[in-house]
């Protein structure tokens, strides 16, 4: 440096000592950030091209709601969504963004979290309790993925209300993603995550882009690829009357598939229409991005019983919160279940919660409102909530049958 420089006699290093040293900063952030395997994780790859219409729309909007807090980390940020939606890409591209900049930023996962915290109460920690958990409580950008899938025990519940209720008087930048919806989360994290001075709240309506969730392995729509509007024959050979009922039913479906809201009710006789029509509806909505769980109602009881056994592949809670908070439900055939205490318990539950919750949900049953468990007729009979359209038509194979000239039999 040149005499009259304030760096004038000082040793500096030179470029390549500065990139050395940039370098080896950058592997310390990332060593401390948490994010092992998930460093490959960037707002570039993120999928964005190639699904659905509607579901490219969810997926843009999510990442430059991402990409916008990641270039000024301010407030908080809650992503909301089912397994495999991308929330933990874009959580993760959050971190890699932040550090690639020099700034600090600590990825954990909640159930992983609460693990750590619980070893440091073993004699042979070599880190206090207090050093860890202020290590999390006052990262500079904290980012808690999956949380809700913990275990829900008092301790768990005590020490994130100390994290969240730190970090929120504190103003501090954090990022949360949930499968969960927001109403399901403990009401004391729930509160400081609704502030809409500090937090922005954004769900994510999508499949399970991995490929093996247990929404493709639940649902039965598969078996009805071909129940489209299209496809459906409006039957000339109905008396007026029934031909115009079942045109109403069919626009009804139509409605409700362009903008699917609250609960729609398909009414009347086996094979008269209604669960094509309700496979068309889902079939629609797939088609615009949403996730859908079609499912026969005995089948889909027998899949939560089946989770009790010692080799099921996924949890009670998994399935019964995949069929509880689906974007769209569709429940073909109700009232044809054994009608055993627990089946009616579970069906309730279900119901009730996306009653509460105003989620769009299907039904097709052949018993009428009366003959239903009244528990669940009490909510199909808020005409705020729920459309009733009792198709007039008889079972299509039936009225064939019927109409079709009787062959003679031949004599011997």
Not at 186 to 198: A, G, K, T, Y
Request: net charge neutral; aromatic share 8%.
């Amino acid at each position: 440096m040149p005499p009259g420089h304030p760096d004038f006699g000082r040793p500096l290093p030179c470029r390549c000592k500065l990139e050395e040293i940039s370098e080896t900063r950058l592997e310390d952030l990332r060593s401390a950030s948490n994010l092992g395997m998930l460093s490959r994780m960037t707002f570039e790859n993120f999928r964005v091209d190639g699904v659905r219409p509607r579901e490219e729309q969810t997926l843009r909007e999510a990442s430059r709601r991402a990409r916008e807090f990641a270039e000024r980390p301010e407030g908080w940020l809650i992503l909301l969504g089912d397994y495999g939606c991308g929330k933990t890409h874009l959580a993760a591209a959050i971190a890699n963004y932040c550090l690639e900049r020099g700034h600090p930023s600590l990825f954990v996962i909640v159930p992983d979290l609460l693990d750590h915290l619980r070893a440091t109460y073993s004699p042979g920690s070599s880190v206090s309790y207090d050093e860890r958990f202020e290590t999390v409580l006052m990262s500079p950008l904290l980012i808690l993925d999956d949380l809700g899938t913990q275990q829900t025990t008092p301790w768990a519940q005590e020490k994130l209300y100390q994290l969240f209720n730190q970090r929120y008087n504190a103003r501090l930048p954090t990022v949360v993603t949930s499968n969960r919806l927001l109403e399901e989360i403990d009401p004391r994290l729930r509160s400081r995550m609704s502030d809409p001075e500090l937090c922005q709240v954004y769900r994510m309506v999508t499949r399970d882009f991995r490929g093996s969730g247990h929404s493709d392995q639940l649902s039965s729509l598969y078996l009805y690829a071909n129940k489209t509007f299209e496809t459906f024959k409006p039957r000339p050979e109905l008396p007026r009357d029934e031909q115009e009922n079942l045109k109403g039913a069919v626009s009804t479906a139509k409605e409700f598939a362009e903008n699917p809201q609250d609960w729609l009710v398909l009414m009347g006789e086996h094979g008269c229409g209604k669960t094509h029509l309700a496979a068309a509806i889902a079939n629609s909505c797939v088609d615009g991005g949403s996730a859908v769980v079609f499912k026969e109602v005995p089948e889909l009881l027998d899949h939560l019983r089946a989770t009790y056994r010692p080799g099921s592949t996924a949890t009670y809670d998994q399935l019964f919160q995949l069929v509880k908070t689906a974007h769209v439900l569709i429940l073909d055939d109700l009232g044809t279940e054994s009608a055993t205490d627990w089946a009616r318990e579970k069906l309730y539950q279900i119901l009730n919660y996306r009653y509460a919750a105003r989620l769009p949900t299907v039904i097709t049953m052949r018993n009428t409102i009366e003959q239903t468990e009244p528990r669940l007729a009490s909510r199909m009979l808020d005409v705020s909530l729920c459309t009733i359209c009792a198709i007039l038509a008889p079972g299509y194979h039936s009225d064939q049958l019927s109409r079709s000239p009787r062959k003679k039999r031949r004599k011997s």
